[in-house]
């Protein structure tokens, strides 16, 4: 199966046949190519041609799309919100565990 799609940059694609995710990373119209780099971080450089021959589909970019990007700070991710504070860094991961416990213990004894 061919595909009609036209790349784009910085769009996310997955090979249908292999379930393989990728994003174009660049496109020279003069040389003719296509320019990709792999979730895994692979990079392949490809003509129009052998393009169009793939079976490939536009997808979303996965939730983590940073497998294949290097040296990436989180604050470059636009994140704000983080499941812990930095005190919950600080404590043992046991007392935790013990405090969630002992909370379940007592709502049980609520009810």
């Known amino acids: ?6 790349p784009v940059i910085s769009q996310w694609y997955r090979h249908r046949d292999k379930g393989q995710q990728f ?6 119209e003069e ?7 792999h979730f895994d971080g692979d990079l392949e450089e490809m003509d129009f041609d ?9 997808i979303e970019p996965p ?7 290097d040296n990436i700070a989180r604050d470059d991710l636009g994140y704000s919100e983080t499941d ?12 935790k565990v013990q405090a969630a416990e002992s ?7 609520e009810e």
Do not use: C, F, R
């Open 1 to 6: 199966m061919t595909t009609a799609l036209k």
């Open 23 to 28: 994003y174009v990373t660049a496109l020279d």
């Open 31 to 37: 040389a003719g190519t296509v320019e990709t780099q």
């Open 50 to 58: 052998d393009w169009h021959q793939q079976s490939i589909e536009a």
């Open 63 to 69: 939730e983590d799309w940073t497998g294949p990007v």
């Open 84 to 95: 812990m504070t930095s005190e919950d860094w600080q404590e043992p991961l046991e007392e």
């Open 103 to 109: 909370e379940e213990e007592e709502e049980l004894h």
